[in-house]
C-alpha cells in the first residue's frame, strides 16, 4: 500500500461542526473522542453527501492524532470514482487504503458513514489535537491536493483539578500553653536551704526565673499556675533521699514566691526520693561495660538501697564512672508553668502576631487569617507552613499544610504531611488529588472511591470529572 504521508506544518483554525463542512464536500456532524484505560476510543458521523468526485479522482479522509512534530493516522475512509476504482484493482502497490481501512465506490457510497476507530495510548498523545484530513488522487494515481481541519483543539480539554479540601480546626476553650525545664540547684551536704551563692545555683534559678518573667512580661499572657517536682540521686539510704527531695523543693518554692510575691501555695510541688529512670536512661545510652547487668539490676524487684549497693559492689568500676557523670544530673528540679495567651478575633492583629510569635497562635486563628488570603498565594502557603511549624504533631494542621503542598506542586512534601494527619475521609481524598495533580487518574480513582464511602461529597463527582476529562464529544 501507498499512503500519501505529510507532515501537518498549519492547520486552520478550528470550525464548527454545527456551521460549516469540515473539509470540502465532508461534515462531520458529531465526534467523540474519549481514552478508555490504555486505549484511545475515536467514534464520529460523517456526511459525505455534498462529496463531488469525477469517475478518474479518488478521495481518502483519514482522522489523524498530532501533537507538536508527531503524527498518528487512523483507519481512512477512502472514496474511488469509478476509474480510479479499476485503476487501483490493477496497481494495487499504488493503492492509498488497505485492507484495515473503509473503502466505498463513490456510486455505491452512503450519504452518511459511521466511523468507529480504537488504538493504544501512549504518553504523547496527553495534550494532541484531533485533526480531520482530506486528499485527493487524480491520474496514474498522484496526490495532488491536501487539506486539514481541527476537531478537537486540544485533548483532554485542560488539566483537570478537583477541589482541595481544607478543614477548620475545631474551636477551642483556652488558649492553654506550657514552659517545662530543669533547675540543678545545689545544697551543701545535708542542707536545704538555698544558697544563691552556692556553685552554680544564681545561673539554675534564673532558669526558673527567666521562663516566669517571660510569661509575665506578655501583656497578652496570663500565668495559671507553676509546679516543682524535686528528685534526689540514689546514692544513700532512702529515706534520706527522700527527706531531702521534699525539703528541698519546698526550700526552692519559698524562695521562687518570695521574688514574685506569689500567694503562698501558687506554686505546687511534689517530689520524687530517687532518680532512677534518669539513670536507667543514662545507662541506655552508654558504653559501660557491664550495662545489661546494671539495667537487670535497676528492673530487679529489689528495693531502691538493695539495688543501689548491689550496683555498687558487683560492677565499681561502672559504679565509680556513673556517681561521677551521672548522678549529679539526678538531683534537679522539674518546673512547668502553665499560662493562657487571650483570643485574637481580627485578621490584621492575628497576621502580626503570625509574623511576630507564632507560638502564641490558635490553629484556629491561622485558619481565620487564612480565609483572607487569595486561594494558591504564597502567603496562604507560608501560613500553612508555619502552623504546622507550630502544631507538628497536629492532624488537622499537617492536613491543612499538605493541601497547600499539593496546591505548590510539592507532592513529596505534601505526602509527608499526609502521613502526620491520620485517617480521616479528607485524608484519603487528598492522596487521590495528588495523584490526580501528577495526572496519575488511574491510581486516583480507588481513593475517591473511599472517600467517598466515608462521607467526602467531593469524592463522587471528582470520579466522574476523571472520567469526562478524558472524553470530548459534540453534536450537530
Known amino acids: 500500500m501507498k499512503r500519501f504521508l505529510t507532515t501537518i506544518i498549519a492547520i486552520s483554525a478550528f470550525v464548527s461542526i454545527a456551521e460549516a463542512e469540515t473539509v470540502k464536500g465532508v461534515t462531520v456532524e458529531s465526534y467523540t473522542m474519549e481514552r478508555n484505560g490504555d486505549y484511545i476510543v475515536v467514534d464520529m458521523e460523517l456526511d459525505i453527501s455534498s462529496l463531488k468526485l469525477k469517475s478518474s479522482q479518488a478521495v481518502t479522509l483519514t482522522p489523524c492524532i498530532v501533537r507538536d512534530t508527531i503524527s498518528r493516522e487512523l483507519r481512512t475512509l477512502g472514496i474511488y470514482g469509478r476509474n480510479r476504482h479499476y485503476y487501483f484493482e490493477r496497481n494495487e502497490e499504488a493503492k492509498p487504503t488497505s485492507d484495515k481501512d473503509i473503502e466505498y465506490r463513490k456510486s455505491k457510497a452512503p450519504d452518511k458513514v459511521t466511523y468507529h476507530e480504537i488504538l493504544p495510548f501512549e504518553s504523547w498523545m496527553d495534550g494532541c489535537k484531533l485533526v480531520f484530513e482530506r486528499v485527493d488522487y487524480g491520474c496514474v494515481g498522484e496526490a495532488y491536493n491536501q487539506q486539514a481541519n481541527v476537531i478537537v483543539e486540544q485533548f483532554p480539554v485542560k488539566p483537570y483539578r478537583p477541589r482541595l479540601i481544607y478543614v477548620r480546626p475545631e474551636t477551642s476553650g483556652e488558649k492553654l500553653y506550657t514552659i517545662h525545664g530543669s533547675a540543678f540547684v545545689d545544697f551543701p551536704v545535708s542542707k536545704m536551704d538555698i544558697r544563691t551563692d552556692y556553685r552554680n545555683n544564681r545561673e539554675e534559678i534564673a532558669k526558673i526565673t527567666s521562663s516566669i518573667d517571660q510569661v509575665r512580661e506578655d501583656k497578652d499572657a496570663t500565668i495559671k499556675s507553676i509546679s516543682i517536682k524535686g528528685f534526689a540521686s540514689p546514692e544513700s539510704p532512702y529515706a534520706n533521699n527522700e527527706r531531702l527531695a521534699k525539703g528541698r523543693t519546698e526550700a526552692l518554692r519559698r524562695y521562687v514566691e518570695s521574688l514574685y510575691k506569689f500567694e503562698d501555695g501558687f506554686i505546687t510541688t511534689s517530689y520524687e526520693a530517687e532518680d532512677w529512670a534518669g539513670l536507667e536512661q543514662f545507662v541506655i545510652n552508654s558504653n559501660l561495660k557491664h550495662k545489661e547487668e546494671i539495667l537487670a539490676a535497676i528492673h530487679s524487684e529489689r528495693d531502691p538501697d538493695s539495688k543501689e549497693l548491689w550496683i555498687k559492689r558487683n560492677w565499681i568500676a561502672d559504679y565509680n564512672y556513673l556517681f561521677v557523670h551521672c548522678y549529679p544530673a539526678l538531683r534537679h528540679s522539674d518546673y512547668t508553668i502553665e499560662y493562657t495567651v487571650r483570643k485574637y478575633t481580627s485578621p490584621k492583629e492575628?497576621?502580626?502576631?503570625?509574623?511576630?510569635?507564632?507560638?502564641?497562635?490558635?490553629?484556629?486563628?491561622?485558619?481565620?487569617?487564612?480565609?483572607?488570603?487569595?486561594?494558591?498565594?504564597?502567603?496562604?502557603?507560608?501560613?500553612?507552613?508555619?502552623?504546622?511549624?507550630?502544631?507538628?504533631?497536629?492532624?488537622?494542621?499537617?492536613?491543612?499544610?499538605?493541601?497547600?503542598?499539593?496546591?505548590?506542586?510539592?507532592?513529596?512534601?505534601?505526602?509527608?504531611?499526609?502521613?502526620?494527619?491520620?485517617?480521616?475521609?479528607?485524608?484519603?481524598?487528598?492522596?487521590?488529588?495528588?495523584?490526580?495533580?501528577?495526572?496519575?487518574?488511574?491510581?486516583?480513582?480507588?481513593?475517591?472511591?473511599?472517600?467517598?464511602?466515608?462521607?467526602?461529597?467531593?469524592?463522587?463527582?471528582?470520579?466522574?470529572?476523571?472520567?469526562n476529562h478524558w472524553r470530548v464529544s459534540s453534536k450537530k
Do not use: C, W
Not at 352 to 358: K, Q, R, Y
Not at 372 to 377: F, K, L, V
Not at 399 to 417: C, Q, T
Open 350 to 467: 492575628i497576621e502580626s502576631i503570625m509574623n511576630t510569635a507564632p507560638q502564641k497562635l490558635s490553629l484556629e486563628e491561622f485558619y481565620l487569617l487564612a480565609q483572607t488570603y487569595e486561594e494558591g498565594s504564597a502567603q496562604l502557603h507560608e501560613l500553612y507552613e508555619i502552623a504546622v511549624r507550630m502544631y507538628p504533631n497536629d492532624e488537622i494542621a499537617n492536613l491543612n499544610a499538605a493541601n497547600s503542598a499539593i496546591s505548590s506542586g510539592n507532592y513529596d512534601r505534601a505526602a509527608r504531611y499526609l502521613d502526620k494527619a491520620g485517617n480521616r475521609a479528607e485524608v484519603v481524598y487528598a492522596r487521590g488529588v495528588i495523584e490526580v495533580y501528577k495526572e496519575n487518574y488511574k491510581a486516583a480513582v480507588p481513593y475517591f472511591e473511599e472517600a467517598s464511602k466515608l462521607g467526602i461529597a467531593e469524592a463522587a463527582p471528582a470520579i466522574e470529572a476523571i472520567k
